[in-house]
Nanobody, 121 residues
Framework: VQLQASGGGLVQAGGSLRLSCAASGRTFNSYVMGWFRQAPGKEREFVAAIRWSGGSTMYADSVKGRFTISRDNPKNTVYLQMNSLKPEDTAVYYC???????????????WGQGTLVTVSS
């Protein structure tokens, strides 16, 4: 199983980025895909999650109304559209896969390598 995250970069506060997570190696129809982030010196935290089947979503309070998670089933790809970015959104963003909808990192079985998002003030 492989999860390949991409799309990170440097953006000014108020700007936007779209992260992608390409999944391969198995069928993910029954899985939940999540995004987590980890800032320097901080613990990994939940950002958003979506069910492959049905599309139910969940967001951290800190990103509600600014970030949108979506999936493209035929492409086996999950996206995280990030708008109105703030300096505090600066972190390495990871995509992950789990069998249940959860905000807990330990619930997720598979992890991508991470992509760095830097938001300048």
């Amino acid at each position: 199983v492989q999860l390949q995250a991409s799309g990170g970069g440097l953006v000014q506060a108020g700007g936007s980025l779209r992260l992608s997570c390409a999944a391969s190696g198995r069928t993910f129809n029954s899985y939940v895909m999540g995004w987590f982030r980890q800032a320097p010196g901080k613990e990994r935290e939940f950002v958003a999650a979506i069910r492959w089947s049905g599309g139910s979503t969940m967001y951290a309070d800190s990103v509600k109304g600014r970030f949108t998670i979506s999936r493209d089933n035929p492409k086996n790809t999950v996206y995280l559209q990030m708008n109105s970015l703030k300096p505090e959104d600066t972190a390495v963003y990871y995509c992950a896969a789990a069998t249940i909808l959860s905000t807990r990192a330990r619930t997720y079985d598979y992890w991508g390598q991470g992509t760095l998002v830097t938001v300048s003030s």
